[in-house]
């Protein structure tokens, strides 16, 4: 475990010890966001999801014990590591009772500060996070696939396309523990009717010479593991018949086959499909649906949860940067804010293939919304050969990772710059950065 690539917020007024944090953290790789009040802490934890905040306790607007109480009510919430005075340690200990994760007091050894941080952080992401993902509703479908760990009962998972079925399958096999047996898939739509019976079932051949021939199917080979059908509702209604005997009897028969062979495996289905508008259709068999709908877990669309769309990207940024050679730092404040304006109709599979394009055409430190949605992307200006193309990529870094450090917001943004607000707008739309974010600061 260690800070890269971990999103830190630093609370702190004092300029002296907040440059020195930043600076310090930047060295260990983290992705730091400094506010210098209790108003800007507020609003910039409220736009994304930081793994840890370092809070001092006194700021001009109000106390650290203020922000903490905002914060903690949301399940998302980072937790917080106070820098506190001699004098505040009654305090920092009540808010420790609180929840609050860790204190220091000032002066501190920084060595032993951050090993206190990368703690802090290690034990919230192991026992806080979930595998799915920190939504409250997919924190819901994890908690329920972690119950049925023991059961051997099917469950039919349904959700659109890429939200996540077969990661759940994963997670609810993985689950049983290490002697869960193989995970096979069978995919119901992608393979034709006969090949799928004999890649579901097997195949008993007798050759020329009266030599008998077996190959075992998927049925067969995965013992007591768990048997995955992807797609249930692209089955064939002569293939339903015999998945219903395989499920009612626990019993299959190989294609050419006469004796019948045990079945020892959990069935898991999933379908983006209306199955119960099939049964009326009479395109999926009643007793079939019955049979898989033992437990139904539903998953929620991405669009509705948008603490996972940050999560997700999060995560993938950082697995894929680091496949690149970590050129790329991160997600800047206007694509976070375009990723959660998306609706996502493919869900997990569309973001995660998004966020690996970004990141293998991006040509800077941070994915700009151009990068995550390139069918958007304004026409770029012809490139300019030698000193002036250099300035112009130089300036485009350095505005792009002032707004993120901002969180998007121009006035801010243009103060830390040195220009003014109208300025920093037309260098913006010049240099490709995307129209910015519109907040109370702008107005």
């Not at 944090?21 to 730091?32: D, F, I, K, P, T």
């Not at 939504?135 to 659109?160: D, H, N, Q």
């Amino acid at each position: 475990m260690s800070l890269e690539r971990r999103s830190i917020g630093v609370i702190e007024d004092d300029p002296i010890m907040g440059e020195s944090l930043v600076q310090r953290l930047g060295l260990e790789g983290a992705q730091v966001s400094w506010w210098r009040t209790k108003a800007e802490a507020v609003a910039g934890l409220a736009r994304r999801r930081h793994h840890a905040v370092i809070c001092d306790l006194k700021l001009p607007d109000g106390t650290g014990e203020e922000i903490f109480v905002e914060t903690v009510k949301f399940e998302s919430a980072p937790p917080f590591l106070f820098m506190t005075a001699y004098g505040e340690i009654d305090q920092a200990v009540r808010l420790m009772r609180c929840g609050a994760g860790d204190y220091v007091t000032k002066p501190f050894d920084m060595t032993t500060f951050l090993e206190r941080l990368d703690a802090l952080v290690d034990s919230t992401e192991r026992e806080g996070e979930g595998v799915l993902g920190i939504s409250p509703a997919i924190r819901a479908v994890e908690r329920m696939l972690l119950r049925l760990a023991g059961s051997s009962a099917p469950v039919l998972l349904t959700g659109e396309t890429g939200s996540g079925k077969e990661v759940c399958a994963r997670l609810l096999h993985a689950s049983r523990g290490p002697d869960c047996g193989p995970f096979m898939i069978v995919s119901c739509a992608t393979t034709p009717s006969d090949d799928l019976e004999r890649k579901l079932f097997g195949q008993e051949k007798v050759a020329l010479d009266g030599v008998e021939g077996r190959n075992p199917g998927h049925a067969e080979r995965v013992g007591a593991g768990t048997l995955f059908l992807d797609d249930v509702a692209d089955l064939a209604l002569p293939l339903q018949s015999k998945l219903l005997r395989l499920l009612e009897s626990r019993t299959f028969t190989r294609v050419g086959g006469e004796g019948a062979e045990i079945f020892r495996a959990r069935i898991v289905c999933a379908t983006h499909a209306d199955l119960p508008k099939m049964v009326k259709e009479g395109r999926f068999r009643e007793d079939l649906f019955y049979r898989i709908n033992v437990v139904t877990v539903p998953l929620p669309p991405l669009r509705e949860r948008p603490d996972d769309i940050v999560w997700l990207i999060d995560r993938f940024v950082a697995e894929f940067a680091a496949q690149s050679g970590d050129r790329i730092q991160g997600l800047s404040a206007l694509s976070l804010e375009a990723a959660l304006a998306h609706g996502w109709p493919g869900n997990v599979r569309e973001l995660r293939n998004r966020v690996v394009r970004g990141v293998t055409l991006g040509d800077g430190p941070l994915l700009m919304p151009g990068d995550l949605f390139p069918e958007r992307a304004p026409p770029r200006a012809p490139s300019r050969e030698g000193l002036d193309g250099i300035r112009d990529d130089a300036e485009r870094r350095h505005i792009a990772r002032v707004l993120s450090e901002n969180g998007g917001a121009v006035l801010a943004s243009a103060k830390a710059l040195g220009i003014s607000r109208t300025t920093l707008w037309d260098k913006m739309k010049r240099l490709g950065l995307g129209r910015p974010a519109k907040d109370g600061s702008e107005t």
